[in-house]
């Protein structure tokens, strides 16, 4: 199926971005490496009610594309390709959990056109949302109903949330990037008409997904914190195929400790909520103590405790238990 004709715009700068978006209002869209915008307007997924049909090019902001440590943290371009992020030094000595992430994300071709922004920014892989010709008029699309749950019908075994939904819609962050970006305190840099704005990871992915950030906003990047001392970090994934497969269910960990005992653990699942989801009673329970197989065994159970998986979904229980485990395992051999 052929896209409906769009038009490209090349600002010179992000004033000139903020300025257009302005002027086109609810049609246009950043137009990044295009790994998943493009594919959603060949699809023609959206219908022409919410279809985009001015593409604003980032492409040709420079000042998009950089990585710099800084005081403050590693700052990173909203354009800077997921592979250029891969093989950065600092992501190498100082962030291995994003490198690890990144390794196992899509496909080298697709890191290589995919870019920080559009990672984060990408749309939800619910295949009714994304089905050809816009087959499914969902909730997310202003539509009546969530064909993925409605009357218990619809096909939900994988890549849907097992702690409820936000406004009826149970598709879940899809990006691997955004877990151990917030497990490492990261922030969201916006540019908007009222200056620059800064989010943390989770809270910018839950305004963005019920879309409550008022246009013009652009992601120009994202300012990770410098690493804290005596911190360990993993990240695992649960995925059918070892390449070009979505995780089922992705974990985050970052634990701190001073001597033997855990003072900080940042524990976070993905694949499991429609934005990634902070397991902050497991947190707790690891908080304060010398960190023993029995004490993951619990954190992974407490992580679970809100859960309220849909009627074809609790099997995502055990992997995101898994999951889990498996990722502090992994964190404590890296201390
Ligand atoms: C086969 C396949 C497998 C994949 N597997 C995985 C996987 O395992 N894990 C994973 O995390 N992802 C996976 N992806 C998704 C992929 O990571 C995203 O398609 C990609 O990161 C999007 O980046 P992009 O630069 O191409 O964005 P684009 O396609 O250009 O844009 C995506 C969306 O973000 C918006 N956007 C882009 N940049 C900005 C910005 N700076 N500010 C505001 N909005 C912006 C666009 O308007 C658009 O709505 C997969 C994709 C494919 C096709
Ligand atoms: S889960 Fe969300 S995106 Fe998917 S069909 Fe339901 S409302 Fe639409």
New binding site residues.
């Given amino acids: 199926m052929p896209a409906r004709s769009f038009r490209i715009a090349e600002p010179s700068s992000i004033q000139d971005f903020l300025d257009y978006v302005k002027r086109t209002g609810a049609k246009s869209?950043?137009?990044?490496?295009?790994?998943?915008?493009?594919?959603?307007l060949k699809q023609r997924a959206l219908g022409k009610r919410t279809e985009?049909t001015q593409l604003v090019d980032?492409n040709y902001l420079p000042e998009?594309k950089h990585m710099k440590m800084t005081e403050e943290g590693f700052a990173i371009g909203?354009?800077t390709?997921?592979s250029e992020l891969e093989e950065s030094s600092v992501v190498k000595d100082l962030y291995p959990i994003l490198g690890t992430a990144l390794s196992?994300?899509?496909?080298p071709l697709?890191?290589n056109?995919?870019?920080v922004?559009?990672?984060?920014?990408?749309?939800f892989?619910c295949w009714y949302y994304r089905a050809e010709g816009n087959a499914f008029d969902c909730l997310r699309k202003g539509g009546k109903t969530c064909p993925a749950i409605s009357q218990g019908e619809g096909e939900h075994e994988w890549n849907y949330s097992i702690f409820g939904g936000i406004d009826g819609c149970v598709a879940v962050s899809?990006?691997?990037?955004a877990g151990p970006l917030a497990v490492l305190g990261a922030q969201i840099v916006l540019m908007t008409d009222a200056g620059v704005k800064q989010l943390p990871v989770i809270e910018f992915i839950k305004d963005f997904v019920v879309r409550k950030i008022d246009a013009p906003?652009?992601?120009?990047g994202l300012l990770v914190p410098r690493p804290l001392p005596n911190s360990t970090s993993a990240f695992t994934r649960f995925?059918f195929r070892r390449a070009?497969?979505?995780?089922v269910v992705s974990a985050s960990v970052q634990l701190c400790f001073d001597k033997q005992t855990c003072i900080k653990a940042r524990l976070i699942l993905g694949g499991v909520y429609p934005t990634p989801q902070r397991c902050a009673r497991a947190e707790r329970l690891l908080e304060g103590n010398v960190i023993s197989e029995d004490m993951v065994q619990n954190a992974a159970e407490a992580s679970l405790e809100e859960a309220s998986p849909l009627p074809k979904n609790s099997h995502k229980l055990q992997i995101s238990r898994g999951v889990l485990k498996r990722a502090i395992f992994e964190a404590l051999k890296g201390r």
């Fill in positions: 869209k950043p137009l990044a490496g295009g790994t998943d915008l493009l594919h959603m985009a980032l998009l909203a354009m390709s997921l196992t994300l899509a496909t697709i890191r056109m995919a870019t922004g559009g990672n984060i920014c990408q749309d892989w899809p990006s691997d990037l906003w652009l992601l120009t995925s070009i497969d979505f995780a």
